[in-house]
């Protein structure tokens, strides 16, 4: 959990020009990435400002600057799995010191007096302001993400890094890791000996591996990739592997599972799913399509099944996500890349050409 801090009420402030930095943009709907200097704040009161180190490439980077959710302003700059160094801290922080390993993740204000905000959710307050392609309501200004040089942010929305782990693999923890730790503490997919069952091996599957697994868990995986089996199983601790087109072996699992964690990106149907679910049995979607989910309502009431889905997590629960990971030596599968590779990753993405996650080498790449 958070640390107590000073954490005065914030304060409106007006926008004063401050650092050109170099980032990479994205300026129009095509989607291709380029240098573009762009304005960081100067450091407020309650700011904490850090020497990018890596930023992490979530699918939903890919949504944004292409503009598939239809609500992209351009020029953006990408990018919420943001590690760093802090350079400076403004004169009410307390929490954070220079030199620190920290980390800025999908949000960077919120207004702290919703019931979503005081239940430590803010996430899905109302007004909350996105790290990129968002309004920052203290000052107007577009919030611009973590493919750039420098990142400042209100001390709030500011993560501590395990020291122990290192920074590149632990970047995509601020959303992948996140996106999955969330929902298995709120529903329950924490106890020992439960069977959790795993829709889509990616960036978010495989963070859902390693935690049931460090919960204590038996975990199958439902993949439509039949490579995708031996490092599931070999590496990632997978205890089965079930091709969904083998009828048979569906038919086999079927009221086997616990738990259900959907990942899949694109509209599918839930039903030969909540097929495979015991009485009683959860299934959480967290891959975001832009078409309806489709499901038949028999597959709940037999069953009394439950879908639901879940955004991100608090802060307070990132950090203790966070911690968590630093105490188990959890970190991400990534591919390390330079900026310059940026365009071509997202082209990688689009395929699901990546294990799991790539991060972008910002502070040996991003070059004048």
């Known amino acids: ?23 990479w943009a994205a300026k129009d709907e095509s989607g291709h990435l380029a240098p573009l200097k762009i304005s960081r ?23 944004q600057i292409t503009n598939d959710w239809k609500n992209s302003s351009f020029p953006m700059v990408p990018g919420h799995e943001i590690v760093g160094v802090v350079t400076e801290i403004g004169v009410d922080v307390e929490c954070f010191k220079v030199g620190q390993h920290v980390g800025v993740g999908c949000m960077v204000r919120s207004c702290h007096a919703c019931d979503s905000c005081q239940l430590g959710l803010e996430q899905y307050c109302p007004k909350v302001v996105w790290t990129y392609n968002s309004i920052d ?3 107007g200004t577009p919030t611009q993400g973590g493919y750039s040089a420098v990142m400042v942010c209100n001390q709030r929305f500011v993560l501590r890094m395990p020291p122990n782990l290192p920074l590149d693999a ?68 997978a205890d089965n592997f079930i091709i969904t087109k083998d009828n048979e072996k569906m038919k086999n699992a079927a009221k086997s599972i616990d738990y259900i964690i959907d990942t899949i990106p694109s509209a599918h149907s839930l039903d030969p799913y909540l097929a495979l679910l015991k009485t009683n049995g959860k299934m959480v979607l967290l891959g975001v399509s832009t078409q309806p989910v489709q499901i038949s309502v028999h597959s709940l009431i037999f069953g009394r099944h439950f879908v639901g889905g879940s955004l991100i997590g608090g802060i307070a ?47 040996n790449s991003l070059k004048e």
């Open 41 to 63: 704040r100067p450091t407020g009161p309650q700011d904490v400002r850090l020497k990018v180190m890596y930023c992490g490439i979530c699918h939903s980077d890919l949504h």
């Open 1 to 23: 959990m958070q640390e107590s801090c000073n954490m005065t009420t914030p304060t409106t402030v007006s926008h004063v020009a401050g650092e050109e930095i170099l980032s």
């Open 137 to 139: 309501t203290a000052d």
């Open 317 to 363: 629960e990132t950090q203790e996500m966070l911690d968590f990971c630093g105490a188990h030596n959890i970190t991400c599968m990534i591919e390390k890349i330079p900026i310059t590779y940026t365009n071509s990753a997202m082209d990688r993405l689009m395929k699901s050409d990546v294990k799991y996650r790539f991060v972008i080498d910002i502070e």
């Open 170 to 237: 632990s970047a995509p923890l601020l959303c992948a890791g996140i996106t999955v730790w969330s929902p298995m503490k709120y529903f329950g997919m924490v106890e020992q000996g439960k069977h959790l069952g795993l829709v889509g091996l990616g960036g978010l599957g495989h963070m859902a591996i390693k935690f049931a697994k460090a919960f204590g868990m038996k975990v199958t995986v439902f993949s439509s990739s039949p490579g995708k089996e031996k490092e599931a199983r070999e590496i990632l601790g």
